[in-house]
T-cell receptor, first 113, second 109 residues
Framework: EPEVTQTPSHQVTQMGQEVILRCVPI?????FYWYRQILGQKVEFLVS????????KSEIFDDQFSVERPDGSNFTLKIRSTKLEDSAMYFC???????????FGNGTRLTVT | GQQLNQSPQSMFIQEGEDVSMNCTSS?????WLWYKQEPGEGPVLLIA?????ELTSNGRLTAQFGITRKDSFLNISASIPSDVGIYFC?????????FGKGITLSVRP
């Protein structure tokens, strides 16, 4: 079964550094998402992306965050200057048709020290 | 904002028992989804519900979309050890999902 894949599985970075989290959505999917889960808490929506532009973003997704689909397969989340509170699991998700269920990757654990 | 309420936070059952989980909201939703998350992994979709009153099964799992469109339940029958994990309800409109806080299920052999 096709999967959403994310790399790396764990990223450790120092406060103030830039990080790029990478995702390869399912190949024929059109809608892409990033979600975040702080340890022990619920999964929170960050941003959705369709047709090469952001569709919607949450209040968490401030100017430090950006997303990009640099080619036909990758979807990236960049955090320009990481803060301690950015430490979390970051999940990429995708779906094919509008209103079809999301498929999640296994996440990247970001640790900011 | 919209919130999905799941309680209790944790449930402990004996292998072989059935268990039921509820998810409620003060808002009306057009979709209800149930996901399971295991340690170190992303949420995996278990069941998707799209119509009020809809009852859908997936193996030992059964979920229903409440008539009021403000709630849903998930039943697991004849639980087994691999049912352990966190069960999230989720719902939303358009491009984003709102998740509940999840229920951690433990199954004693």
């Amino acid at each position: 079964e096709p999967e959403v894949t994310q790399t790396p599985s764990h990223q450790v970075t120092q406060m103030g550094q830039e990080v790029i989290l990478r995702c390869v959505p399912i190949s024929n999917h059109l809608y892409f998402y990033w979600y975040r889960q702080i340890l022990g808490q619920k999964v929170e929506f960050l941003v959705s992306f369709y047709n090469n532009e952001i569709s919607e973003k949450s209040e968490i997704f401030d100017d430090q965050f950006s997303v990009e689909r640099p080619d036909g397969s990758n979807f990236t989340l960049k955090i320009r200057s990481t803060k301690l509170e950015d430490s979390a699991m970051y999940f990429c998700a995708s779906r094919g048709q509008y209103n079809s269920p999301l498929h999640f990757g296994n996440g990247t654990r970001l640790t900011v020290t | 904002g919209q919130q999905l309420n799941q309680s209790p936070q944790s449930m402990f059952i004996q292998e072989g028992e059935d268990v039921s989980m509820n998810c409620t909201s003060s808002s009306i939703f057009n979709t209800w989804l149930w996901y399971k998350q295991e340690p170190g992994e992303g949420p995996v979709l278990l069941i998707a519900l799209y119509k009020a009153g809809e009852l859908t099964s997936n193996g030992r799992l059964t979920a229903q979309f409440g008539i009021t469109r403000k709630d849903s339940f998930l039943n697991i029958s004849a639980s087994i050890p691999s049912d352990v994990g966190i069960y999230f309800c989720a719902s939303g409109a358009n491009s984003k999902l709102t998740f509940g806080k999840g229920i951690t299920l433990s199954v004693r052999p």
